[in-house]
């Protein structure tokens, strides 16, 4: 554990453990954070995991850590670190196992209070629409070739089958297609378990939620994006599935040998890594894009699902039922890409783990729409609580290499919340406030309870405190769909 006496506090929404802490840490960890939100992890590992961060190879600046932050396999979740590129290394215990987990928001122009009597018939659509829990398996059933397809081409496959508008891709991170996949690094067992589950949520803190724009904080990035006080809004947030989670565990465990190759020490075997420039390494990255690929493709389905469900319960009903994309970006990931570090431009490879990619106005590969207002930045909240719709900024390109927080960040373990919170008890206190909930188990809804949650409103008001985002928009929930 870190002590909070040995954390420099820097302003009322930063601090930062020094580079002077332990002798082999090659860069500083920066906390954004309130003093109340640093005291809330203080019983975990996360802080030591940053810490244990900093000595990579490689390591560009300081780690960071956002506000959302707890204890990761060998790295934070909320943690982001840049290594050269290409002589640094690539850490799959600092991208995640579901890699490319991340969120999509879908934007309406459909009233709340003209569909509040149908919202029970759209709960059970979508429900019915978008397959969720462990394992569970979609209505595609992908060939091995068709698949290498997906791996490849991600959301662009996703608009040859029909799934897909070009506006989907436009508005999505890297048009739903990263360059550098290479389906022959991904192993027989992961493509096995990918092939049946395209187009599902999973299970944990995965969902889809129909949400209420509840207050908009910035008109123009507002009305650029296509929110509207008083409309409906849906969120999707899944991943890879069981495809990327078995792509890291196979990688995980060929680079326990692969540091000990390279004679790399670190202190902490969970975050094993190999250099950029190795085969290994690039075995790993051709590996991962396989996986991020496939996640977009997967959130793409299941938006295709969820307009289907929104036209099969509304079409009549409503003048306009569509869901048009707002944008869809990840959230486990390692991204290379040009960041200016002590007015140099260099190339690095940003690991984000549980932190989003928050890139400021005028930034390449946004959208032309947003180049103006900066990348939207989705944060859900935990189940039944507000989610919030921000905007990166310029300050976020220089102080955390264009990065920000992914949600609430967990407080209470899974196990632990399950021992706590009755989930009938809690599904009761869902619908007496006026959410619809279709959950595939109790146990599933009592780990995801508000209460294993922090405040979503602390940590983004600490981000937008901070400086590396914008307050655009508040959305709450009307119908959650959890495995």
């Given at each position: 554990?870190?002590?909070?006496?040995?954390?420099?506090?820097?302003?009322?929404?930063?601090?930062?453990?020094?580079?002077?802490?332990?002798?082999?840490?090659?860069?500083?960890?920066?906390?954004?954070?309130?003093?109340?939100?640093?005291?809330?992890?203080?019983?975990?590992?996360?802080?030591?995991?940053?810490?244990?961060?900093?000595?990579?190879?490689?390591?560009?600046?300081?780690?960071?850590?956002?506000?959302?932050?707890?204890?990761?396999?060998?790295?934070?979740?909320?943690?982001?670190?840049?290594?050269?590129?290409?002589?640094?290394?690539?850490?799959?215990?600092?991208?995640?196992?579901?890699?490319?987990?991340?969120?999509?928001?879908?934007?309406?122009?459909?009233?709340?209070?003209?569909?509040?009597?149908?919202?029970?018939?759209?709960?059970?659509?979508?429900?019915?629409?978008?397959?969720?829990?462990?394992?569970?398996?979609?209505?595609?059933?992908?060939?091995?070739?068709?698949?290498?397809?997906?791996?490849?081409?991600?959301?662009?496959?996703?608009?040859?089958?029909?799934?897909?508008?070009?506006?989907?891709?436009?508005?999505?991170?890297?048009?739903?297609?990263?360059?550098?996949?290479?389906?022959?690094?991904?192993?027989?067992?992961?493509?096995?378990?990918?092939?049946?589950?395209?187009?599902?949520?999973?299970?944990?803190?995965?969902?889809?939620?129909?949400?209420?724009?509840?207050?908009?904080?910035?008109?123009?990035?507002?009305?650029?994006?296509?929110?509207?006080?008083?409309?409906?809004?849906?969120?999707?947030?899944?991943?890879?599935?069981?495809?990327?989670?078995?792509?890291?565990?196979?990688?995980?465990?060929?680079?326990?040998?692969?540091?000990?190759?390279?004679?790399?020490?670190?202190?902490?075997?969970?975050?094993?890594?190999?250099?950029?420039?190795?085969?290994e390494g690039q075995n790993y990255l051709a590996a991962m894009c396989c996986a991020a690929n496939y996640a977009f493709a997967n959130r793409q389905v299941l938006t295709?699902?969820?307009?289907?469900?929104?036209?099969?319960?509304?079409?009549?009903?409503?003048?306009?039922?569509?869901?048009?994309?707002?944008?869809?970006?990840?959230?486990?990931?390692?991204?290379?890409?040009?960041?200016?570090?002590?007015?140099?431009?260099?190339?690095?490879?940003?690991?984000?783990?549980?932190?989003?990619?928050?890139?400021?106005?005028?930034?390449?590969?946004?959208?032309?729409?947003?180049?103006?207002?900066?990348?939207?930045?989705?944060?859900?909240?935990?189940?039944?609580?507000?989610?919030?719709?921000?905007?990166?900024?310029?300050?976020?390109?220089?102080?955390?290499?264009?990065?920000?927080?992914?949600?609430?960040?967990?407080?209470?373990?899974?196990?632990?919340?399950?021992?706590?919170?009755?989930?009938?008890?809690?599904?009761?206190?869902?619908?007496?406030?006026?959410?619809?909930?279709?959950?595939?188990?109790?146990?599933?809804?009592?780990?995801?309870?508000?209460?294993?949650?922090?405040?979503?409103?602390?940590?983004?008001?600490?981000?937008?405190?901070?400086?590396?985002?914008?307050?655009?928009?508040?959305?709450?929930?009307?119908?959650?769909?959890?495995?």
């Amino acid at each position: 554990m870190v002590p909070i006496k040995e954390i420099q506090r820097i302003s009322e929404y930063e601090w930062e453990i020094p580079q002077s802490y332990r002798n082999e840490m090659r860069g500083a960890v920066r906390i954004f954070a309130t003093r109340r939100l640093l005291e809330e992890i203080s019983g975990d590992k996360s802080l030591e995991q940053a810490v244990n961060s900093t000595t990579l190879p490689g390591l560009v600046g300081n780690v960071l850590v956002m506000p959302d932050m707890h204890q990761g396999y060998g790295f934070p979740i909320g943690g982001v670190a840049a290594t050269r590129y290409p002589e640094g290394v690539i850490s799959p215990g600092a991208i995640g196992y579901d890699i490319n987990c991340g969120v999509r928001l879908l934007a309406s122009q459909i009233e709340y209070e003209s569909v509040v009597d149908w919202l029970g018939d759209l709960t059970t659509s979508l429900y019915q629409h978008c397959p969720s829990g462990v394992g569970e398996s979609g209505e595609i059933r992908l060939s091995e070739a068709e698949l290498e397809k997906v791996c490849v081409e991600g959301s662009h496959w996703t608009q040859k089958k029909g799934y897909a508008t070009e506006m989907d891709l436009r508005r999505t991170e890297e048009t739903g297609r990263i360059a550098g996949a290479n389906p022959s690094k991904v192993s027989p067992r992961a493509k096995s378990r990918g092939r049946p589950q395209l187009g599902t949520l999973g299970a944990g803190n995965h969902f889809l939620e129909v949400d209420i724009v509840e207050q908009i904080f910035d008109p123009r990035a507002a009305q650029e994006m296509g929110l509207q006080e008083g409309m409906l809004a849906v969120q999707i947030h899944c991943g890879s599935r069981g495809f990327g989670h078995q792509i890291c565990t196979d990688y995980v465990r060929e680079f326990q040998s692969v540091v000990k190759r390279y004679d790399i020490e670190l202190p902490d075997r969970e975050l094993v890594c190999a250099p950029l420039d190795s085969p290994e390494g690039q075995n790993y990255l051709a590996a991962m894009c396989c996986a991020a690929n496939y996640a977009f493709a997967n959130r793409q389905v299941l938006t295709h699902n969820a307009r289907q469900a929104f036209e099969e319960v509304l079409a009549g009903k409503v003048k306009n039922w569509h869901l048009f994309q707002v944008y869809d970006l990840a959230h486990n990931m390692g991204k290379v890409e040009d960041h200016k570090v002590n007015n140099e431009v260099i190339t690095v490879c940003v690991h984000r783990k549980g932190a989003t990619r928050a890139f400021g106005p005028g930034s390449p590969g946004l959208p032309p729409e947003f180049s103006k207002i900066g990348q939207p930045v989705l944060v859900p909240g935990s189940m039944g609580t507000a989610s919030w719709v921000l905007v990166g900024t310029q300050e976020s390109m220089e102080r955390a290499f264009g990065s920000c927080c992914h949600g609430a960040g967990r407080v209470m373990s899974r196990s632990q919340a399950k021992k706590t919170i009755r989930g009938e008890n809690l599904r009761q206190e869902l619908i007496q406030s006026g959410i619809h909930i279709q959950a595939g188990s109790l146990a599933g809804l009592a780990e995801e309870a508000p209460q294993a949650y922090k405040d979503v409103d602390a940590v983004v008001q600490t981000v937008s405190g901070a400086g590396i985002a914008r307050k655009v928009a508040r959305l709450t929930p009307v119908i959650v769909i959890k495995g």
